[in-house]
């Protein structure tokens, strides 16, 4: 079992910056590809980020991409998604998810998870 805490979310400008953190507990991340969805108001969870074990291949949504960076620090057992340029749009929330690694790779498909974390809030004022 794996355990996912998100933290970092809260209230920013457009155009202001925030910087969420998934702790992870119960085993370490080495095994897991790490990735972060998002759920907007009223709409479905989507993906946001993706990273390897090794911290290669990364992928992003074409939304986040020039904005967001992923990253994973695998002796702190730690993934952050340090989201810049932030816009109304992004205005969701963000949740944690791993995925055992597979053949396969980074899915974007939130079935393929394994764990989540319950999610932090981020609100982007206009």
């Known amino acids: 079992q794996v355990q996912l805490v998100e933290s970092g979310g809260g209230l920013v400008q457009a155009g202001g910056s925030l910087r969420l953190s998934c702790a992870a507990s119960?085993?370490?991340?080495?095994?897991?590809?790490m990735e972060w969805f998002r759920q907007p108001p009223g709409k479905e969870r989507e993906f946001v980020a993706a990273?390897?074990?090794?911290?290669?291949?990364?992928r992003y949504t074409d939304s986040a991409k020039g904005r967001f960076t992923i990253s994973r620090d695998n002796v702190k057992n730690t993934l952050y998604l340090q989201m810049n340029s932030l816009k109304p749009e992004d205005t969701a929330v963000y949740y944690c998810a791993a995925r055992l690694r597979s053949p396969r790779g980074i899915s974007v498909t939130a079935s393929d998870m394994d764990y989540w974390g319950k999610g932090t809030l981020v609100t982007v004022s206009s």
């Open positions: 119960g085993r370490t991340l080495i095994s897991y590809i």
């Open positions: 990273i390897n074990w090794s911290g290669a291949p990364i």
